[in-house]
């Protein structure tokens, strides 16, 4: 007895339109997205214990730990500093961005949403067992 999508008797027709529906409703909305960057120099990346830390506050560690690494490369407190601030950078500009929908019609979202959910409904159905 032949199978489909997954080993199961789902069917690979429904497998195949549900993954095309679902990758082509999630790029329309992803694509619909407005993504504006809200960091500078002195904006405060992130709060510890209601204290802001903002970015050049973060560099001066980086700073720092990067001499440290420059002086001796086997110094792991140097590369913790170093390493340490660059992650802190990265968490503080993603907590800082600023998502937006963009300016579309409702039958465009509606559109996009039924893709969406609709390819995720028949990819599921096709995995299902009997």
Known sequence: MARGAGGSDGGTGSFLIGLIMMIG????????????????????????GGMPITSGIILIPFMFGVGMVFYNSRNWLGWLLACGSLVALVFGVIA?????????????????????????GLFLRSLRAG
């Open 96 to 120: 800082n961005m600023e998502l937006q929908l963009a300016r579309m019609s409702a039958f465009e979202l509606i559109v996009i949403l039924v893709l969406l959910v609709g390819g995720i």
């Open 25 to 48: 409703g999630g790029y329309l909305l992803l694509n619909g997205i407005i993504v504006r960057p809200n960091f500078g120099l002195g904006s405060v990346a992130f709060n510890i």
